[in-house]
């Protein structure tokens, strides 16, 4: 056998089984955790612990279905007192709000108010979105909201004063 054959042997039988023969071993690299698995959670209406949102918000309450509207990401129910109207002010997070019951209604600065019914959605932006918050007067206003930090209501100057 030539020099030139013995080669063209080692490279094409020898040197793939040495190669695919290493593989056969125990391998270094740990398998991926598994994920942690979802627990059923299940809270009746007369569970939930509504809380006062205060301060600045008189009348307003909250009850965290998930995370905590004080510490960080939640869920949580809102509900505005019939009548209730906050002043100008703006939100760190963004939010999104599905309304529940009442008629709920929001006026960004400068712009018309819109009011939204039971089943109506929107995503509040958070920073420098300026508005103001009202319920109208002939029902509580009980809506879900999912924000990804923590809630605060910051009073914009030029506002009407505190949340009644």
Known sequence: MSTR???????????PVAVLGQGAGKTSAKPAPKP?????????????????LDPGAQGVKVANLWGNHAD????????????FAAPLHTHTHDMKVVIISG?????Q??????RLGPG????QPGGNYRHTTTCDQASDCV???????TFD??????GKGPAK
């Not at 054959?5 to 040197?15: C, E, Q, S």
């Not at 809506?143 to 930090?149: R, Y």
């Not at 209501?153 to 030029?158: E, I, P, R």
């Open 109 to 114: 600065e400068g712009k018309p108010e819109f």
């Open 72 to 83: 960080g990401a939640f869920g949580a129910l809102f509900k505005l007192p019939a009548g």
């Open 153 to 158: 209501l910051k009073s914009v100057d030029g």
């Open 5 to 15: 054959n013995v080669l063209m042997f080692v490279m094409t039988f020898v040197l």
């Open 36 to 52: 942690a698995e979802s627990q059923l959670v299940v809270m009746p209406a007369s569970d939930m612990k509504w809380t006062d």
């Open 120 to 123: 109506s959605y929107f995503l």
């Open 103 to 107: 008629t709920y209604i929001q006026a």
């Open 143 to 149: 809506f879900l909201v999912e924000s990804k930090g």
